[in-house]
């Protein structure tokens, strides 16, 4: 696939004049280059000559690389990217996080699912690109839009299904809900409501990594974490902290921005001084790329020398992917702001069609087999909803369970005796 | 008169009437609001004084305390109050301490506000009231309107005020309407800050409570008063400071007290009333004090946990009558 520039002339509110012209001086001067913090990559930036030809506000081209991509282009423009099976299972994975949030879509609207339900249409191809390059010991924590990272990274998709109907069979036990999903066994740190909060949080796993290497000695512990976060959380002082202390300590995360343009109704335009994020890498010591989000293929070349420089120790990256999602923020969002002709753009560019597209185009699979993945993963979501449907919900002594790991930590009763010790206490029907 | 709509124009009236006065938070601007109390606010004011900000609360808000050293008079709004605490530095040390700090030199005349407490199904992260933690802070006034009338009044009574208010909403109260006079409606109308209102009358037990709680103690008292208790329900509108005075008259009326809140239990408003009747009214009590809060558990999504977690109204029926007879069990039925 080449690196197509896109162009498209609707109208996109600006309310800052964002000066994105030929003027521009990259940020840091090629020629300028020095190490960083003693890391051995220079860091090389395309020079924009071609913005005149490019929308001012976005690009799809890969602008910013180290030194070992750049190496691997030339390889990677005659050979295929991918084997059959590596199509094929990433073909699957996008296919199941599609058809899983439309029926989160069609459940909700029925109620049985309630609160507040983000959905991940569209942006399929950065949860597929980054995890499906992960081993099962790395980390992935992630927003409240987190269904498809919990399921690319290994959890079932009745677990996921069931957490949300809020039954006592979902992975959280129904105690979490739709933005909080968690897996120990599948390194699934969440799930969070507030935007930045699973940034630190990450960069925290990342360090357990390194520290378990260095200071506990288990030389084989070279876990990677990837922490998911959208183009708001960008404004947030949380991440300009992480991106700090990762850097500066050389952690092995990737930070991996969902640019979506849209926070709720808030245009990223709108909200930050210098759009382009990809830029704040460089400025805390680090690696920053962007890379078209829409493209599986593309982001997986990415990802993989991103993952690679944290599994070999060499640090972090931020990786800005340009993507899109097709329906509102949440359920609840009347979508009103977006422009049609924006929506209609990116639906053109949908990640699942342009994978398809690809593998036809190179004689990769055949019609009959693609169909069988989709009637396969019809069937799966369908399995799910109905195991979500008649699990159990959870009984009333689930309230007062898992606050704690110790759960004397609710203190001694009134006859002396620790609280949880109390039968009454464990059948949900004492007086706390 | 919904609460929305209350909000709303109380907004309106401030910013016509004081050019100082300002609306900045998530969304307040081109999306009308994430819960639309700001809708129409930006045509009518322009993107100068209604401002949709960056995600950044502790920026932000760091923002409207600095406007308001300097004698602008801002409304920062946060989506939901859980959002706070990624500002509740400046909340407490910017704004509440700053005019002691500086010895009555800098005032902050800044109204923070949004909603409070649990909504639906929407989790952990964004159920917690923070009521009681902003009411433990010296310089600081918190607000919690229930019905259209307290939300009009107590808001424009915010904005008028010289000193930071935290102003506490329910998003399920929204929605709800209430009949209003139309002295409510004149844009003069202010409800004083520091004042309980007594919704109904009554002569067996007091219930306090704020926000949400109030309708529930309302319908309380209706079956209460089928079953020959009659219960006074008094809408505290003002935690902090908390009318005192009211609520130990009441008590010294009916010997007995049920207080309500959404909270988690320890170290709640309740608590604090407790407190104050035991201080002041210890004579009068003629049973132990009731406390009905949330569970002492993060808020679960699971719906029938949720409810759980959450008091409901035949929890306050029967805690009224346990402070009448003592003879109830203090567990709910399945």
């Keep these: 696939m080449s690196f197509a520039t896109t162009k498209f002339a609707h109208p996109i509110p600006l309310s800052t004049t964002a000066a994105r012209s030929n003027d521009h001086k990259p940020f840091l001067d090629p020629f300028k280059a020095t190490r960083f913090l003693g890391s051995t990559h220079k860091f090389r930036f395309h020079p924009l000559t071609n913005s005149n030809h490019i929308n001012i506000h976005r690009r799809s081209a890969v602008v910013a690389v180290s030194d070992v991509l750049k190496a691997k282009k030339p390889k990677s423009t005659s050979n295929l990217l991918i084997t059959k099976e590596e199509g094929l299972e990433l073909y699957e994975d996008m296919v199941l996080g599609r058809a899983f949030e439309d029926m ?167 909200a930050t001084s210098d759009p382009e994020i990809w830029k704040k890498g460089p400025a805390f010591g680090m690696p920053g790329v962007h890379v078209d989000g829409m493209d599986v293929l593309k982001v997986r070349e990415v990802a993989k020398e991103a993952i690679g420089r944290a599994r070999r120790g060499e640090g972090p990256t931020l990786v800005e992917c340009e993507t899109y999602r097709f329906r509102g923020h949440s359920l609840a969002d009347p979508d009103e702001l977006r422009d049609p002709a924006e929506k209609a753009h990116y639906a053109t560019r949908d990640p699942i069609t342009a994978l398809k597209k690809y593998m036809f185009e190179n004689n990769l699979v055949s019609e009959p087999e693609l169909k069988a993945i989709e009637k396969k993963i019809d069937e799966v979501v369908e399995e799910a909803v109905e195991f979500a449907d008649e699990s159990p919900h959870p009984g009333r002594s689930q309230l007062l369970e898992n606050v704690f790991a110790d759960p004397k930590g609710f203190g001694i009763g009134p006859d002396g005796r620790y609280r949880c010790e109390d039968p009454k206490f464990t059948e949900g029907t004492a007086h706390v | 008169m919904t609460v929305r709509d209350a909000l709303n124009s109380a907004l309106d009236e401030e910013m016509s009437a004081d050019p100082k006065v300002f609306l900045m938070g998530e969304e307040v601007g081109e999306y009308q609001g994430a819960y639309k ?218 010997n007995r007290l049920v207080t309500v809140e959404e909270g988690f239990p320890q170290h709640g408003v309740g608590a604090e009333i407790c407190t104050s009747i035991v201080e002041e009214s210890f004579g009068y009590l003629d049973a132990p004090v009731e406390r009905i809060a949330g569970a002492d558990v993060p808020m679960p999504y699971a719906a029938n946990l949720e409810r759980l977690a959450v008091p409901q109204v035949e929890d306050i029926v029967r805690a009224a009558k346990r402070a009448c007879y003592r003879s109830m069990p203090l567990a709910a039925a399945a």
Excluded at chain 1, 189 to 213: D, N, Q
């Design chain 1, 104 to 270: 989160c879509a069609q459940m909700y609207y029925r109620g049985k699912m309630f609160g507040f339900v983000h959905l991940y249409n569209g942006q399929e191809a950065v949860s597929t690109g980054f995890i499906k390059l992960l081993k099962k010991e790395d980390c992935v924590a992630s927003t409240y839009r987190d269904h498809v990272h919990a399921l690319s990274k290994g959890v079932s998709a009745r677990a996921v299904m069931s957490e949300l109907f809020g039954k006592t069979t979902g992975c959280c036990r129904g105690q979490g809900g739709s933005m909080h999903m968690f897996s120990s066994e599948h390194n699934v740190l969440g799930g969070f409501a507030f935007i930045g909060e699973g940034i630190p949080v990450a960069t925290g796993a990342a360090f357990t990594s390194k520290y378990r290497r260095e200071v506990l000695k288990e030389a084989d512990c070279d876990h990677v974490t990837v922490a998911f976060f959208g183009d708001g959380t960008c404004n947030n002082g949380q991440f300009f902290e992480c991106l700090n202390m990762a850097a500066l300590w050389k952690l092995p995360i990737v930070f991996v921005v969902e640019n979506n343009l849209w926070a709720i109704g808030m245009s990223h335009l709108r």
């Design chain 2, 37 to 254: 109390i700001s809708k129409g606010l930006l045509d009518k004011y322009g993107p100068e004084r209604v401002l949709d900000t960056p995600i950044t609360e502790a920026g932000f808000t760091g923002i409207g305390v600095g406007a308001a050293y300097y004698g602008l008079r801002p409304v920062v709004e946060f989506m939901t109050f859980n959002f706070s605490m990624q500002a509740i530095d400046h909340i407490i040390n910017s704004a509440a301490k700053s005019n002691y700090m500086s010895a009555g030199q800098i005032s902050v005349p800044i109204v923070f506000r949004g909603p409070n407490g649990a909504a639906a199904g929407v989790g952990a992260q964004h159920s917690q009231c923070y009521a009681a933690w902003f009411a433990a802070c010296p310089g600081l006034k918190v607000l919690a309107p229930y019905s259209s009338e307290d939300a009009r009044g107590l808001l424009k009574a915010a904005i008028r005020d010289p000193d930071p208010v935290v102003f506490l909403e329910n998003e399920l109260l929204y929605g709800e309407s209430f009949p209003v006079s139309a002295e409510v409606l004149d844009s003069s109308f202010c409800l004083p800050i520091g004042k309980a209102k007594i919704e109904k009358a009554g002569k067996d037990v007091t219930i306090t409570a704020f926000s949400k709680m109030v309708g529930y103690a309302l319908k309380a008292a209706e079956i209460l008063t089928k079953e020959g208790i009659s219960a006074e329900v008094i809408n505290l509108r003002s935690i902090r400071p908390l009318d005192r005075p009211t609520i130990n008259d009441s008590v010294r009326k009916t």
